[in-house]
Nanobody
Framework: VQLQASGGGLVQAGESLRLSCAAS????????MAWFRQAPGKEREFVAA???????YYADSVKGRFTISRDNAKNTAYLQMDSLRPEDTAVYYC???????????????????WGEGTLVTVSS
C-alpha cells in the first residue's frame, strides 16, 4: 500500500493550496480518506475526512476554509485549503481508515495507512 501526498508549499496568509493524495495497492473505495497535520512541537491532529459515500468531516479550526474531496476512479483524494493562516503551517499527512471499523472520530490510532507528509508553510 502506498499513499503519495503532494501539493504543499509556501504561501502567504489568505492564499490557497490544494493537496493531493494518490493511493495504490488497495481497494480505495473501501476506505475513509483523511488528512492530518502536525505543526512543529505539537501532536498530530485531525483535519478532515471523507467517507466512501462522500460524507465529510472537518476539524473546527478548518471548517468553512478547507474542502476535502475524493475521486474513486483515480484513487485520489484532495484537500482544497483556502484563506490559509499562519497557524495552518504544518506537515500534512494523508491517511486511510477502514470504513467498516471506523468510529468516525478519527484518532491517529484509528489510521490503517499513513502517507508521506507534505509541508505547508503560511507566512504572515
Amino acid at each position: 500500500v502506498q499513499l503519495q501526498a503532494s501539493g504543499g508549499g509556501l504561501v502567504q496568509a489568505g492564499e490557497s493550496l490544494r493537496l493531493s493524495c494518490a493511493a495504490s495497492g488497495l481497494t480505495f473505495n473501501m476506505y475513509i480518506m483523511a488528512w492530518f497535520r502536525q505543526a512543529p512541537g505539537k501532536e498530530r491532529e485531525f483535519v478532515a475526512a471523507i467517507s466512501r459515500s462522500e460524507l465529510t468531516y472537518y476539524a473546527d479550526s478548518v471548517k468553512g476554509r478547507f474542502t476535502i474531496s475524493r475521486d474513486n476512479a483515480k484513487n485520489t483524494a484532495y484537500l482544497q485549503m483556502d484563506s490559509l493562516r499562519p497557524e495552518d503551517t504544518a506537515v500534512y499527512y494523508c491517511a486511510l481508515e477502514d470504513n467498516y471499523k471506523s468510529t468516525y472520530t478519527f484518532p491517529c490510532s484509528g489510521v490503517d495507512y499513513w502517507g508521506e507528509g507534505t509541508l505547508v508553510t503560511v507566512s504572515s
